[in-house]
């Protein structure tokens, strides 16, 4: 099973939840909302685990937290993942668009002069916006557009643009969603869970949940579900070594 964005660090026991992933053997992308919560979130994780720790700086949080971009810098050659990181358009967060942008923006030109990250990438009612910022910034590199729910023709450009995408059980139950899920190329979608933030029933998501996705992804290709776990695996290995 592959839970390419997590919050690990944010459930209420963490060190019970890396326990679970290990002993599932998870692949896992653990995700940090600021720079400052990097190196004890990469702590978490079990040494020789399948678990990694992508270094972010949220978008809601970059008007508050944009003082660490300074530490953004100084961590970022320790880590091959950079996440949760983009712009929100939402209404609770426009107000802070310049700061969003800003941050974005530096995120972007740091990733590019540290010869490209692969980046889980926040783009909620602004997906036109992280595609023309990712447009300036074309080597900055793999992005991973995480709960897309831009438009159709936004997601043909992030298609053309070379964009991956993943996909949870939360986002796979609109029908929108699925639509939009079953025009990208099957070769550039993994599997996520967005755990604790995202909801399964009246739960929080857990990485394990991501077998949810995986059977919706089955059903949405016509395949057997054993064939979807082996493509995202595929696609996981492919994803690793493309830079």
Not at 56 to 75: C, M, N, S, T
Request: aromatic content about 6%; glycine content about 6%; charged content about 20%.
């Amino acid at each position: 099973m592959i839970d390419f964005h997590a919050h690990l660090d944010l459930y209420p026991d963490p060190v019970r939840i890396v326990q679970e992933v290990v002993s599932r053997q998870m692949y896992v992308l653990s995700m940090t909302t600021t720079p400052s919560a990097w190196l004890g979130t990469s702590l978490i994780a079990k040494p020789g685990s399948r678990i990694r720790t992508a270094l972010g700086l949220h978008p809601q949080l970059a008007h508050l937290r944009i003082g660490e971009l300074v530490l953004f810098d100084q961590y970022l050659d320790q880590t091959e993942f950079v996440g949760e990181i983009g712009l929100d358009g939402a209404p609770d967060f426009k107000n802070h668009w310049k700061q969003q942008v800003q941050v974005f923006e530096h995120i972007l030109a740091a990733c590019s002069r540290s010869g490209g990250k692969t980046m889980s990438i926040h783009s909620r009612k602004a997906a036109g916006a992280v595609l023309n910022c990712l447009s300036v910034q074309p080597d900055a590199g793999i992005p991973i557009l995480h709960w897309f729910t831009g438009s159709q023709k936004e997601l043909q450009k992030a298609i053309q643009m070379g964009c991956w995408f993943s996909v949870g059980p939360a986002m796979l139950k609109s029908k929108k969603s699925r639509e939009l899920v079953s025009q990208i190329p099957r070769e550039r979608i993994l599997t996520e869970s967005d755990g604790p933030f995202a909801q399964v029933g009246n739960n929080n998501a857990m990485p394990w949940d991501v077998q949810l996705a995986t059977s919706e992804l089955a059903s949405i290709w016509q395949v057997e579900e054993s064939k979807a776990n082996a493509l995202l695996l595929s696609n996981l290995r492919t994803l690793v070594t493309k830079k």
